[in-house]
């Protein structure tokens, strides 16, 4: 199955907020930035991690779990496991990348030893884990119907807050942040952000059904109409609990934008971050065909891990390390240095996209002279 272009471009929209909010955040405090860039546009980008975690478990759905029990599976799930395993050594070369110059060494040791969670890698680290137990739970899951699994979701969810709430680690406390968060560490639970990415892989599975053009259409406006009910659902519920005040509304928007509530997530944001990470979905997926307008977000969502590699090494070694800009600049100068690694990104994804391309057409051309040579030296032998 080719790319599907209405993912790149959600996971795009999701790494263009991570960009925005990841720059201003690593130049500027929150003191530091006026009140309407904090709201609404840093409350806005409270939509990335949970749109990342949904397009995750949708690209799943659509690319993965059809391979399942087929001769293809095991090297679908080698790759699978390999990309954790990039993902993983990502997130500790960025850990480095963000400590090396504020933290001293055995901080830094400590940090890449999970003794502690640097906030702006976290998504990575979730990744690193989940891609692997998602990878051994999908034989099992796609024997489960699927009218059943959005019930899962929600034990899922339910299951990591109640562990969240009840459980003590006492000093192994990073084991209890992994599987289902820490109060005061940045780091997203496999449990409850799984989750996310489990309701992902359901309506992933639901698109992936679609075979012909008629039956593809009825797909997308069912799973558009879907998207649509859960984005009222998630703001009918924080409505409710801002007892429909716009003075608490406001004041629960401006704690979201200050992350009060992310780690554990608690009703107000996700209410708030899901609703509009389906909402970005929902109109994503039903563009499906961006063209040149939406082509800046594609890019970047085809190169995903690179982008966010790279945005990292732009704010902490360029602009932090390099240009001392820390404190140094301006909300509208922070925006300009936004661009920037935006503008980098652009330049540098569809070169990396050629030269995997380019690579893949070597790999092909040398299996099949291989091949040829081996054809070769069976005919010789008889």
Same mark, same amino acid.
């Given at each position: &199955?080719?790319?599907?272009?209405?993912?790149?471009?959600?996971?795009?929209?999701?790494?263009?907020?991570?960009?925005?909010?990841?720059?201003?955040?690593?130049?500027?405090?929150?003191?530091?930035?006026?009140?309407?860039?904090? %709201?609404?546009?840093?409350?806005?980008?409270?939509?990335?991690?949970?749109?990342?975690?949904?397009?995750?478990?949708?690209? !799943?759905?659509?690319?993965?779990?059809?391979?399942?029990?087929?001769?293809?599976?095991?090297?679908?799930?080698?790759?699978?496991?390999?990309?954790?395993?990039?993902?993983?050594?990502?997130?500790?070369?960025?850990?480095?990348?963000? &400590?090396?110059?504020?933290?001293?060494?055995?901080?830094?040791?400590?940090? %890449?030893?999970?003794?502690?969670?640097?906030?702006?890698?976290?998504?990575?680290?979730?990744?690193?884990?989940?891609?692997?137990?998602?990878?051994?739970?999908?034989?099992?899951?796609?024997?489960?119907?699927?009218?059943?699994?959005?019930?899962?979701?929600?034990?899922?969810?339910?299951?990591?807050?109640?562990?969240?709430?009840?459980?003590?680690?006492?000093?192994?406390?990073?084991?209890?942040?992994?599987?289902c968060e820490q109060?005061?560490?940045?780091c997203f639970g496999?449990?409850?952000?799984?989750?996310?990415?489990? !309701?992902?892989?359901?309506?992933?599975?639901?698109?992936?059904?679609?075979?012909?053009?008629?039956?593809?259409?009825?797909?997308?406006?069912?799973?558009?109409?879907?998207?649509?009910?859960?984005?009222?659902?998630?703001?009918?519920?924080?409505?409710?609990?801002?007892?429909?005040?716009?003075?608490?509304?406001?004041? &629960?928007?401006?704690?979201?934008?200050?992350?009060?509530?992310?780690?554990?997530?608690? %009703?107000?944001? &996700?209410?708030?971050?899901?609703?509009?990470?389906?909402?970005?979905?929902?109109?994503?997926?039903?563009?499906?065909?961006?063209?040149?307008?939406?082509?800046?977000?594609?890019?970047?969502?085809?190169?995903?891990?690179?982008?966010?590699?790279?945005? !990292?090494?732009?704010?902490?070694?360029?602009?932090?390390?390099?240009?001392?800009?820390?404190?140094?600049?301006?909300?509208?100068?922070?925006?300009?240095?936004?661009?920037?690694?935006?503008?980098?990104?652009?330049?540098?994804?569809?070169?990396?996209?050629?030269?995997?391309?380019?690579?893949?057409?070597?790999?092909?051309?040398?299996?099949?002279?291989?091949?040829?040579?081996?054809?070769?030296?069976?005919?010789?032998?008889?």
């Amino acid at each position: &199955m080719k790319r599907f272009d209405g993912l790149d471009i959600a996971r795009g929209v999701a790494i263009v907020l991570m960009f925005l909010s990841h720059t201003v955040k690593g130049l500027l405090s929150y003191e530091q930035m006026p009140d309407f860039a904090i %709201l609404p546009i840093h409350t806005l980008t409270k939509f990335s991690s949970t749109l990342f975690f949904l397009v995750f478990g949708v690209s !799943l759905g659509m690319f993965f779990v059809r391979h399942v029990g087929t001769t293809r599976w095991p090297a679908k799930r080698n790759h699978l496991l390999l990309r954790a395993l990039v993902v993983l050594l990502s997130y500790k070369a960025l850990c480095f990348v963000q &400590m090396f110059q504020t933290y001293s060494g055995p901080e830094v040791l400590a940090t %890449l030893g999970y003794l502690n969670f640097p906030d702006f890698a976290e998504v990575l680290n979730f990744y690193s884990f989940a891609i692997v137990w998602i990878t051994f739970l999908l034989p099992l899951w796609v024997r489960i119907p699927l009218a059943v699994k959005p019930i899962l979701v929600i034990g899922l969810w339910q299951a990591g807050q109640y562990l969240e709430a009840t459980l003590e680690f006492g000093d192994f406390w990073p084991i209890k942040a992994i599987l289902c968060e820490q109060r005061g560490a940045y780091c997203f639970g496999q449990l409850q952000r799984g989750a996310i990415a489990l !309701l992902g892989l359901t309506l992933g599975e639901y698109l992936q059904r679609a075979t012909f053009y008629e039956q593809w259409v009825l797909h997308r406006r069912r799973l558009f109409a879907v998207l649509l009910s859960l984005t009222v659902l998630c703001l009918c519920t924080f409505l409710y609990l801002g007892d429909f005040d716009p003075d608490r509304l406001q004041a &629960m928007l401006w704690d979201i934008s200050h992350n009060v509530g992310k780690h554990p997530p608690d %009703l107000v944001f &996700m209410s708030f971050s899901l609703g509009g990470a389906t909402l970005i979905l929902a109109a994503c997926l039903y563009l499906n065909e961006g063209g040149l307008l939406f082509a800046p977000l594609s890019i970047l969502g085809k190169e995903s891990l690179l982008c966010f590699n790279l945005h !990292l090494g732009i704010i902490f070694i360029g602009y932090r390390y390099l240009l001392d800009l820390r404190g140094a600049v301006t909300y509208g100068q922070s925006l300009f240095l936004f661009a920037g690694v935006w503008g980098a990104a652009l330049l540098l994804a569809p070169l990396n996209v050629r030269r995997k391309a380019t690579a893949a057409k070597y790999a092909k051309a040398y299996r099949k002279l291989k091949k040829q040579r081996e054809n070769q030296r069976h005919a010789r032998s008889h």
